[in-house]
């Protein structure tokens, strides 16, 4: 069973607005949260962390946790061509924080 | 900046062969991971470690074995190569806030 799994698989977004991407744990042990960018052919990068309840800004991008639903979400304003890329959400468990898991990831296509 | 380098960074087997991956980190970080990336699949995790001469398995540990001979290196060996594991391998430090990708190996399993 996946224990990280993220929605949707592919989204299309004209330049300029806005994406929001979702991930849920169904492991309640879940405690901390990563987001990471990977560009087509790439490595995969860091973007944002989050670990309390709350939002997270930077920049054009926003992370919003939820604890009691294990639900974070990555929201991007003014979406770029540039930001066109694989979305992957990854999760630690209070059980092993440093056994880190993985969603599928979500394909974010912005369109000019 | 963290430095992780993959060697190496394609590769062609035959099924049946043996298969190693090699990853190199000057980041001074302890924790080092291996994980294989399937079109649809995301990064799963092969193996892990945290400490020199000590792995652990991921989630899909089963055809792959982990070596940590020092701090800096991390091996990942496919004693019996076999078609399912074509995949691109990367691997990972961390140093618990975040993690840091080496650049990938294309492995091919003919």
């Known amino acids: 069973q996946q224990k990280v799994q993220q929605s949707p698989e592919s989204l299309i977004v004209p330049e300029g607005g806005m994406a929001s991407l979702n991930c849920t744990s169904s492991?309640?042990?879940?405690?901390y949260f990563w987001w990471y960018r990977q560009h087509s052919g790439k490595s995969p990068k860091m973007l944002m962390?989050?670990?309390?309840?709350g939002e997270k800004e930077e920049g054009r991008f926003t992370v919003h946790l939820n604890k009691a639903s294990l639900h974070t979400s990555l929201h991007i304003r003014d979406s770029q061509p540039s930001d066109s890329a694989l979305y992957l959400c990854?999760?630690?468990?209070?059980?092993?924080?440093?056994?880190?898991?993985f969603g599928k990831g979500t394909h974010l296509h912005v369109l000019p | 900046e963290a430095a992780v380098t993959q060697s190496p960074r394609s590769k062609v087997a035959v099924t049946g062969g043996k298969v190693t991956l090699s990853c190199h980190q000057t980041?001074?970080?302890?924790?080092m991971y291996w994980y294989r990336q399937d079109t649809g699949h995301g990064l799963r995790l092969i193996h892990y470690?945290?400490?020199?001469?000590?792995?652990e398995k991921g989630d899909i540990p089963d055809g792959y074995k982990a070596s940590r001979p020092s701090q800096e290196n991390f091996s990942l060996i496919l004693e019996l190569a076999s078609l399912s594991q074509t995949a691109v391998y990367f691997c990972?430090?961390?140093?618990?806030?975040?993690?840091?990708f080496g650049p990938g190996t294309r492995l091919t399993v003919l």
């Open positions: 492991d309640r042990n879940v405690d």
């Open positions: 470690s945290y400490v020199a001469d000590s792995t």
């Open positions: 990854a999760a630690s468990m209070n059980t092993n924080a440093y056994k880190v898991i």
């Open positions: 990972a430090s961390s140093d618990a806030r975040e993690q840091y």
């Open positions: 962390s989050i670990f309390s309840n």
């Open positions: 980041n001074n970080h302890d924790y």
